[in-house]
């Protein structure tokens, strides 16, 4: 099943009807050890039925590897749901607080820069303001 759904988005992309994806989700038993751990790869780590954890390196080319809590009674908290071509939405939005302060939203396998993100990707506006 999970070949039938890459192999579907991998063409699905190809054609253009999807747009490229950013980050692939899948579903383990035990936490990622840093070399399982793949730029690209979201790992949510469940125990049973219950969603503990989602592991991913930091999209913004520093590669950090960033663990967002998905336990509903801690905060904060993110709720991670993956379609059938395995993209994941989290919400609420991704705010790094280390070297890098990328700042992003993951909605459907992209990711998308907040305005505010110290992430060098973010496209400058023209007339140089950052808006809000
Ligand atoms: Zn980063």
Redesign the pocket.
């Given at each position: 099943m999970r070949i039938f759904s890459h192999l579907c988005r991998w063409t699905a992309e190809r054609c253009r009807l999807i747009g490229r994806t950013d980050l692939v989700a899948r579903v383990s038993p035990r936490h990622p050890s840093p070399d399982q751990l793949q730029t690209g790869s979201l790992v949510v780590v469940r125990d049973g039925t219950l969603d503990k954890w989602a592991c991913f390196r930091?999209p913004?080319?520093?590669g950090?590897k960033i663990q967002l809590s998905l336990n509903q009674a801690r905060r904060p908290r993110w709720a991670v749901r993956f379609d059938w071509l395995l993209r994941p939405t989290i919400e609420p939005s991704v705010r790094?607080l280390n070297a890098?302060r990328?700042h992003f939203w993951v909605k459907r396998g992209q990711v998308h820069w907040c305005h505010d993100s110290g992430?060098r990707q973010v496209p400058k506006r023209t007339n140089g303001a950052w808006g809000r």
């Open positions: 930091c913004g080319g520093c950090e790094q890098c990328c992430h």
